[in-house]
């Protein structure tokens, strides 16, 4: 029996789908960033000049589920920041990579 996801959920009460688009929403790394921008009190103009992306590119990073390291990371220091990775393993041990390049 292959169900797709899309058919399993329109199937789910509208009280369950609004509670997993909400979590879903918390996850989204693109919304994070959009948060850190905007307490940096920076523009998507002035983020994309800096990256050097375009103001569309930062709109769609932000709006994104699924996002590359490396434009996180482009776009991170394109405010000061940095990006660090936690890996967690099973049995709860954890390893971090600076992954913000040393700047030229």
Do not use: F
């Not at 009190?41 to 590359?68: C, F, H, P, Y």
């Not at 990371?73 to 390049?101: A, H, N, Q, W």
């Amino acid at each position: 029996m292959d169900t797709d996801w899309k058919t399993l959920r329109a199937e789910l009460p509208d009280d369950v789908r609004a509670r997993l688009d909400a979590k879903r929403n918390e996850r989204r790394l693109g919304k994070a960033l959009a948060d850190v921008r905007k307490a940096m009190q920076a523009t998507q103009q002035e983020v994309a000049a800096r990256a050097g992306m375009t103001q569309n590119t930062i709109s769609k990073i932000e709006r994104a589920d699924d996002v590359l390291l490396s434009s996180v990371v482009r776009y991170m220091r394109s405010i000061g920041g940095g990006v660090e990775l936690v890996l967690k393993t099973p049995d709860g041990k954890e390893s971090r990579v600076d992954l913000t390049p040393e700047p030229n």
